[in-house]
């Protein structure tokens, strides 16, 4: 059985990144009358290992070229955009359920990492990100 400190900041944190995102969801469809209005927060997942932490990030619909990763000793910004099929009208759409647009997220991490050693793949659609803690290279 594993024992896990209750952390009540860790739990408001979480509870605010939530309501973040239900708002942004929210506001972002009344922005224009079409799917090309819209933006979305992709889901995400964000865990550590003894050597790592990892971030992996759906992204279905999203052309690896669209995506662009910033990293510095303790945060992780990833920007991109979901582009609308090409040629389609709004006023084809029979529903639209996905959002389309610009999506901008960043990931603060509790202890440092190297920014000169972050990797990142990109493989069916989810994008996956591993930070290595910093001083934990070669010989460390």
Same mark, same amino acid.
């Given at each position: 059985?594993?024992?896990? #400190?209750?952390?009540?900041?860790? +739990?408001?944190?979480?509870?605010?990144?939530?309501?973040? #995102?239900?708002? &942004?969801?929210?506001?972002?469809?009344? +922005?224009?009358? $079409?799917?090309?209005?819209?933006?979305?927060?992709? *889901?995400? +997942?964000?865990? @550590?290992?003894?050597?790592?932490?990892?971030?992996?990030?759906?992204?279905? $619909?999203?052309?690896?070229? +669209?995506?662009?990763?910033?990293?510095?000793?303790?945060?992780?910004?990833? #920007?991109?955009?979901?582009?609308?099929?090409?040629?389609? #009208?709004?006023? $084809?759409? !029979?529903?639209? @359920?996905? *959002?389309? $647009?610009?999506?901008?997220? !960043?990931?603060?991490?509790?202890? *440092?990492?190297?920014?000169?050693?972050? !990797? =990142?793949?990109?493989?069916?659609?989810?994008?996956?990100?591993?930070?290595?803690?910093?001083?934990?290279? &070669?010989? =460390?």
């Amino acid at each position: 059985m594993t024992l896990r #400190r209750y952390d009540p900041l860790r +739990d408001l944190l979480t509870l605010q990144e939530r309501m973040n #995102r239900l708002f &942004e969801e929210s506001l972002a469809r009344l +922005d224009g009358p $079409g799917p090309e209005y819209a933006h979305f927060s992709p *889901a995400a +997942d964000v865990f @550590e290992t003894p050597d790592q932490f990892v971030v992996e990030m759906e992204l279905p $619909g999203v052309s690896e070229e +669209d995506v662009e990763i910033v990293a510095d000793e303790r945060r992780l910004f990833v #920007r991109g955009v979901r582009r609308q099929i090409e040629g389609l #009208r709004p006023d $084809g759409f !029979h529903r639209v @359920e996905r *959002a389309y $647009g610009a999506f901008n997220r !960043h990931f603060e991490f509790p202890a *440092a990492i190297d920014p000169e050693q972050v !990797h =990142a793949t990109f493989e069916d659609g989810v994008l996956r990100v591993e930070l290595p803690r910093a001083g934990r290279g &070669e010989g =460390a």
